[in-house]
């Protein structure tokens, strides 16, 4: 079954608006990442949490996870337009070795 | 650029045909992977490479086949597709297992045609 899900599935906003996604899973994880991705492009790594931090910050995007609700989320802030694109979390289920991706949450900044 | 390379880009084949795509990283990492993206389904991996040796098979249909000669290359033979197969196929590395907590690198992907 799937381990990551993203909401919401699209978020349109203004240029210079914050952006939230979340995401939410099922089972115990060692880590959870999100990644980008432009369209029909590969994906790009943004930030890594790990499953005994809270908060991360990395330039505009500050990500958080609760372990006990187990789910994150990802903000960017002062969202330009460049920012278009899809957002994705991975998440890895303790004692396993792989990541398992969500669908993704489509984010449009309007300019 | 991230460093893995796909080609080609973009594939069209026939049911019948066989065909290879074909990954390349020069970043030194000991772990490949081949996921597929289709339209509104989450990314689905496929086989993981680790120090060239198959570790996970996530129960993919035999006519895809991959094949890992070295740590820097990374191929998915395809042969008797069907139209479902179309989709984006990823290729991805990362120094350690994935699982072990590090970032994966991707390609720009390989959107592929079954006719």
């Known amino acids: 079954s799937q381990q990551g899900e993203e909401d919401p599935q699209a978020l349109s906003i203004q240029e210079g608006e914050n952006a939230t996604m979340n995401c939410s899973y099922k089972?115990?994880?060692?880590?959870l990442q999100w990644y980008r991705q432009n369209s029909g492009r590969g994906l790009v790594h943004l930030i890594l949490i790990r499953s005994n931090e809270r908060e991360k910050h990395s330039g505009r995007l500050r990500v958080t996870l609760d372990t006990s609700k187990k789910s994150s989320s990802l903000l960017i802030t002062a969202s330009r337009a460049a920012d278009t694109a899809s957002y994705f979390c991975a998440t890895d289920a303790a004692g396993t070795y792989k990541y398992i991706f969500g669908t993704g949450t489509r984010l449009k900044v309007l300019a | 650029e991230t460093g893995v390379t796909q080609t080609p880009r973009h594939l069209v084949m026939g049911m019948t045909n066989k065909k290879s795509l074909k990954c390349e990283q020069h970043l030194g990492h000991n772990a490949m992977y081949w996921y597929k993206q289709s339209a509104k389904k989450p990314l689905e991996l496929m086989f993981v490479y680790n120090f060239k040796e198959q570790t996970e098979n996530n129960s993919v249909p035999s006519r895809f086949s991959p094949e890992c000669p070295n740590s820097s290359h990374l191929f998915l033979h395809l042969h008797t597709l069907q139209p479902e197969d179309s989709a984006l196929y990823l290729c991805a590395s990362s120094q350690e297992d994935m699982g072990t907590g590090t970032e994966a690198f991707f390609g720009q992907g390989t959107r592929l045609t079954v006719v």
């Open positions: 089972t115990s994880i060692n880590n």
